[in-house]
C-alpha cells in the first residue's frame, strides 16, 4: 500500500467522516453496555461556528471518543435553542429590509416567516460541527421548539403554577427598549462606563430654600415622586413634613426619611423614582409612593413625562440639561465611572422598568440544586466554581420568565371577559376550567431558557414519557461542557428541573471551560474583528491540527488565550506522526537476522514509557485535565517514541530491520494512534487503515482504548540516566567541536566489569568505540558527573586545566546551593509532618543525590590540581 510523501487532511477528513456516518458509529440505542451520554449545549438557531464552540465541542468530542473506545454505548445528543430574541430580531430585520415592520403581520404570518427563517438558516451551525469532526447521534438532533419538546415546555408550566411556584404579577424587571422584552438578571451585562453626573437644585415648597442631590439620570426627574434623606442627617431635620417641587414642572413631592440613605455620598440626599430603580421601587413600597412611569417600551419618553414626549430617552437627557443649565437649577456636571447593565443579546442599555410578567419562584426549586452541588454529588471542574455558584443560589430571585416576544413557546394562560386567568396546557382544557369559549391567550412567549433548563430531559422525551426506554437509559447524562457565564441561568436550572421532574441530578460532572480570548485578552468577537473563521482555519491547519491548538491552550475554568500558532504546532505534529509512519514502513524488512541487543533494550523501555503515560493520561482524564491528557500523548509521540525510540531501533542506511524490531515497532504505532484517537480522530484513523489491510468494522473509532499494565520503574530511571548521559557525550562533542562521525571511548568509574543492557543503546546513539570501566583517569579525559557516577572521556587534545576548573567550580557551588535549600526543607517540622510521604521522601533522595554529586565534584576537582 502506497503512502503518500505528505499528509493531506483535505482528502481523509471528508473520506472518514462519511465513513463513521455510513457505519453507524454515532448511533446510540439503549442496549446491555453501560452508556455514556453528553448533551451538546445546544446553540443558537441563528449562529454560526465560533471560537467558543470550537473548543466546547472539541471537548466533547474527546470525551465521547474515548469512552466509545472504552466499550461504553457512547451517545452525543445535537440540537439548536430556538433563541427567541436573536431569532426574532433576524426576521424583524428582514421585514425592514422588504421595508415592512413587524406590525403589518399578524402573529401567525410572523411565525410562519420565522419558521421559514430557521429552516434555511437554522441547520448551519450543526453541519460546520461536522467539518471539526463532532460524532453526534445526528438522527437523535433536536430543536427546543419543535412539537414535542414544546409540549414539554407548556406542560411544565402548568404543573409548576399549580404547585404555586409560577405567579403573575406587577415586578421591576430588566427592560430591555430595543428588543422591547424583559430579560432575566443573568441576561444584562454589567459594564463599566464614564458617564457625567449632574448636580440639580430641587426648591423646597414654600420657601426660598433649595436642595441639591446628584443623578446619573436627569430624564427620569420628570418621574420623581419623593426625596430621601437619612433620619439622623441633621442637615436635613428641619425638612420633616416638608415638600419639594420637581424642577421644570414645579409637580410637589414629599420629602421622606429613611435609613437606606447613604449620607456620606454626594449630598445625602437621594432622588426617588420608583418607576424606574429598583432600589427606589423598594422605597416606594415601603413610603407608599405614587409611581409614575415616564417612559413607553421603546425606551421614549411619554405623556406622564409632561416635556419632551416622543423623545428618546438619550435625546430627553440632553434636552432636559440644556433646559435645567438655562433655568439656572444645574448647579454643576462632573465624571464618574460606574457600572450600566446591557443586554445580553442586543447590547442595548437596560431599563428598569415596572410591568406586568410571570415569575417562577426559585427558593424552593433552588434548595435541592445547591446541596447536590456541595455534597459533589454532582462535580465541579474546577472545584472553585462551588463558592461561585453557592453565592448565586443564596441570593437567588424569583425568574422572570415572560418575554414580549411572538417567536417562541406561547403561555398558556388565558383570560376571561374580566381578566380572570385560566392556565392549561391546551385551549379546549381552558374553556373547561372557564366554561366559556371567550378566552384570550397571553400574547407573551417563554423565556428561552425555560426550555433548554429541561434539555437533558426532554431531549429524551422525559417530561412526556417519564418512564420511556430511552430516559431510563440514558438519564442522568455523564458529563456537561459548559461554559462558566452560563453556569446560573442554565446550568443551575437544568439542576433545579433534574431534581423537580425526576428526583436525580441531570449530568455527574459539569466541566467549565474558560472564555477564548486574543493574545491582547480580549474576548474573541466580530465586532473587534478579532476572531478568525473557524473553517478557514480547519481548511488551513485540518481539524485535527485545529483541535490539538484549542486544546494546548485550554486549562479548565480559565480563559484561553488563542494563538493561532499552536493550530501551527498541531499542523506540524500531524506532520511529525505522518513521516515518522512513512520511516518505519518504509523500511527493508529481513526475517533472518536476529535483533539487536539495543532494540531489545529500546522495546523493553518504550512498552514502560508507554504504559507510564496511559496510566497518566487515564488520570489527566479522571480529573478532567483535557490538556495535560493530550500533552502527554504529545510528549510520549514527539520526544520518546520518534525521537529517542526510532533513533535506536532504525537501521543503518539502506540496511534492513529484523521483523522481531519492525513488528513491534507497528504495535507501538496501534496503541499510539488509539491514544491519540480522541483528539486527533482522522490522522490517526488514516495511519490504522494504513498500519494493515483491516477486516470490515475494523475501524479505530471502535477500537479498545489501552489499558495500563504496570510500568518498570527501574527501566524508565535506568533510561533516564542514558538520556543524560548521551546528551552529555553530545555536549562534550559540541564544545569540543569533534565531528560526530568520530567514535569516542567512554570510561564508568567503577571497579568492575558489569555490563547494561542499554549500553548497547549508548554506544549506538552516542557513536562510541565501547563502554570500560575503570577506576583510574585517564591523562586528556573529560569528566562528567551524571547523577553520583562520573564517567571520563579520553581525548587527543590536551585539557585545558584552568577552563574544566572553573566549570567544576562553577557546578560544584550551584550544587551546594541546592543541597542547603533541599536541607533547609527538610529540617522545617511543619514540611515532613504535613508534606505526603512521597514528597518527602523526594526531597530526602535529591538530598542523597545532591551530597554525592558533591563528593564526585570535589574529587574531580583535587585530581584537576
Known amino acids: 500500500m502506497e503512502i503518500p510523501k505528505h499528509y493531506d487532511p483535505s482528502k481523509t477528513e471528508d473520506k472518514w467522516y462519511s465513513s463513521w456516518l455510513e457505519r453507524g458509529y454515532f448511533r446510540s440505542v439503549p442496549d446491555e453496555r453501560e452508556p455514556f451520554t453528553i448533551v451538546i449545549p445546544p446553540p443558537n438557531v441563528t449562529g454560526v461556528l465560533h471560537m467558543g464552540h470550537m473548543l466546547n465541542n472539541t471537548i466533547q468530542d474527546v470525551l465521547v471518543r474515548r469512552a466509545r473506545m472504552r466499550g461504553k454505548n457512547a451517545l452525543w445528543v445535537p440540537g439548536t435553542d430556538h433563541a427567541s430574541i436573536a431569532t426574532e430580531a433576524r426576521v424583524v430585520a428582514q421585514l425592514k429590509e422588504e421595508g415592512r415592520v413587524k406590525s403589518d403581520l399578524t402573529r401567525e404570518e410572523f411565525l410562519e416567516k420565522a419558521w421559514a427563517w430557521k429552516e434555511k438558516h437554522g441547520g448551519i451551525i450543526l453541519e460546520q460541527l461536522k467539518k471539526l469532526g463532532a460524532s453526534c447521534d445526528w438522527d437523535r438532533t433536536r430543536f427546543t421548539m419543535e412539537p414535542k419538546l414544546s409540549e414539554a415546555v407548556i406542560k411544565v408550566f402548568v404543573d409548576l403554577h399549580k404547585k404555586k411556584l409560577i405567579y403573575r404579577g406587577i415586578r421591576m424587571v430588566n427592560w430591555d427598549p430595543k428588543g422591547q422584552t424583559a430579560v432575566s438578571d443573568e441576561e444584562v451585562i454589567h459594564r463599566e462606563v464614564e458617564a457625567n453626573l449632574y448636580h440639580v437644585k430641587y426648591k423646597i415648597e414654600g420657601t426660598d430654600k433649595w436642595l441639591t442631590i446628584a443623578t446619573t439620570r436627569p430624564e427620569t426627574i420628570l418621574g420623581d415622586t419623593a426625596i430621601c434623606v437619612h433620619p439622623r442627617d441633621g442637615r436635613y431635620t428641619y425638612l420633616k413634613d416638608k415638600k419639594a417641587l420637581v424642577p421644570l414642572i414645579d409637580r410637589p413631592i414629599p420629602i421622606i426619611f429613611d435609613e437606606y440613605v447613604d449620607m456620606e455620598f454626594g449630598t445625602g440626599a437621594l432622588k426617588v423614582t420608583p418607576a424606574h430603580d429598583v432600589n427606589d421601587y423598594e422605597l416606594g413600597v415601603r413610603h407608599k409612593l405614587e409611581t409614575i412611569d415616564i417612559l413607553n417600551d421603546d425606551g421614549t419618553l411619554n405623556e406622564s413625562a409632561q416635556l419632551f414626549v416622543g423623545d428618546d430617552r438619550d435625546v430627553a437627557r440632553e434636552k432636559i440639561c440644556k433646559q435645567l443649565d438655562d433655568e439656572g437649577m444645574l448647579v454643576k456636571t462632573e465624571k464618574l465611572v460606574h457600572n450600566v447593565g446591557f443586554s445580553e443579546r442586543t447590547d442595548a442599555v437596560i431599563e428598569p422598568k415596572l410591568s406586568m410578567q410571570w415569575f417562577c419562584k426559585m427558593e424552593e426549586l433552588a434548595k435541592p440544586a445547591l446541596d447536590h452541588v456541595m455534597n459533589d454529588d454532582i462535580k465541579f471542574y474546577p472545584s472553585k466554581f462551588k463558592n461561585t455558584y453557592k453565592h448565586w443560589m443564596d441570593n437567588v430571585r424569583d425568574w422572570c ?212 503515560t496511559i496510566a497518566s493520561i487515564d488520570d489527566h482524564f479522571s480529573k478532567f485535565r483535557m490538556s495535560d491528557a493530550l500533552m502527554s500523548g504529545y510528549k510520549l509521540i514527539w520526544d520518546d517514541f520518534c525521537s529517542w525510540y526510532l533513533e535506536i531501533i532504525k537501521p543503518g542506511y539502506e540496511q534492513p530491520v529484523d521483523k522481531a524490531t519492525y513488528q513491534e515497532a507497528i504495535g507501538y504505532f496501534e496503541s499510539l494512534m488509539k491514544l491519540l484517537h480522541p483528539f486527533m480522530p482522522f490522522i490517526s484513523e488514516e495511519i490504522w487503515h494504513l498500519i494493515a489491510e483491516r477486516k470490515e468494522g475494523d475501524d479505530l473509532i471502535v477500537a479498545n482504548w489501552p489499558n495500563a499494565n504496570a510500568a518498570d520503574d527501574k527501566v524508565l530511571t535506568d533510561f533516564d540516566i542514558l538520556v543524560e548521559v548521551v546528551t552529555a557525550v553530545r555536549n562534550v562533542r559540541k564544545q569540543k567541536n569533534i565531528s560526530p562521525k568520530e567514535k569516542l571511548d567512554l570510561i564508568i568509574k567503577e571497579s568492575d566489569d558489569r555490563t547494561s543492557p542499554l549500553d548497547a543503546v549508548i554506544v549506538k546513539l552516542a557513536n562510541l568505540k565501547g563502554i570500560s570501566h575503570s577506576m583510574d583517569r585517564p591523562d586528556n579525559a573529560e569528566s562528567l558527573v551524571i547523577r553520583s557516577t562520573e564517567y571520563f572521556i579520553p581525548l587527543a587534545d590536551a585539557i585545558d586545566v584552568e577552563a574544566a576548573s572553573g566549570n567544576l567550580e562553577e557546578e560544584l557551588k550551584y550544587t551546594r546551593g541546592f543541597l542547603i535549600s533541599v536541607s533547609k526543607k527538610l529540617a522545617n517540622k511543619k514540611f515532613v509532618d504535613n508534606a505526603p510521604a512521597e514528597v518527602v521522601e523526594k526531597e530526602r533522595k535529591k538530598q542523597l543525590d545532591a551530597e554525592a554529586r558533591i563528593k564526585v565534584l570535589e574529587g574531580q576537582l583535587a585530581n584537576l590540581n
Open 401 to 612: 420568565i415572560s418575554r414580549q416576544l411572538w417567536w417562541g413557546q406561547r403561555i398558556p394562560a388565558y383570560y376571561d371577559e374580566s381578566g380572570e386567568v385560566y392556565v392549561a396546557e391546551s385551549r379546549e382544557e381552558a374553556e373547561k376550567l372557564a366554561g366559556s369559549t371567550n378566552l384570550t391567550q397571553d400574547e407573551d412567549v417563554l423565556d428561552t431558557w425555560f426550555s433548554s433548563w429541561l434539555w437533558p430531559i426532554s431531549v429524551f422525551d422525559g417530561i412526556l414519557e417519564p418512564d420511556n426506554e430511552d430516559i431510563k437509559y440514558y438519564y442522568p447524562t455523564n458529563d456537561l461542557v459548559t461554559a462558566p457565564e452560563i453556569l446560573f441561568f442554565w446550568v443551575a436550572r437544568m439542576i433545579m428541573s433534574g431534581y423537580e421532574y425526576r428526583a436525580e441530578l441531570p449530568f455527574k460532572n459539569v466541566y467549565l471551560t474558560g472564555i477564548v480570548r486574543d493574545q491582547q485578552r480580549r474576548k474573541m468577537s466580530k465586532s473587534l474583528g478579532n476572531s478568525p473563521d473557524c473553517l478557514e482555519l480547519i481548511k488551513t491547519y485540518g481539524a485535527d491540527g485545529v483541535r490539538v491548538g484549542m486544546l494546548f491552550c485550554s486549562p479548565a475554568g480559565n480563559d484561553l488565550l488563542f494563538d493561532e500558532a499552536l493550530c501551527e504546532q498541531g499542523r506540524n505534529f500531524s506532520n511529525k506522526i505522518w513521516n515518522a509512519f512513512r520511516l518505519v514502513k518504509g523500511w527493508q524488512v529481513d526475517d533472518g537476522i536476529d535483533q539487536p541487543q539495543e532494540s531489545v533494550a529500546a522495546s523493553k523501555w518504550f512498552d514502560a514509557k508507554l504504559n507510564e
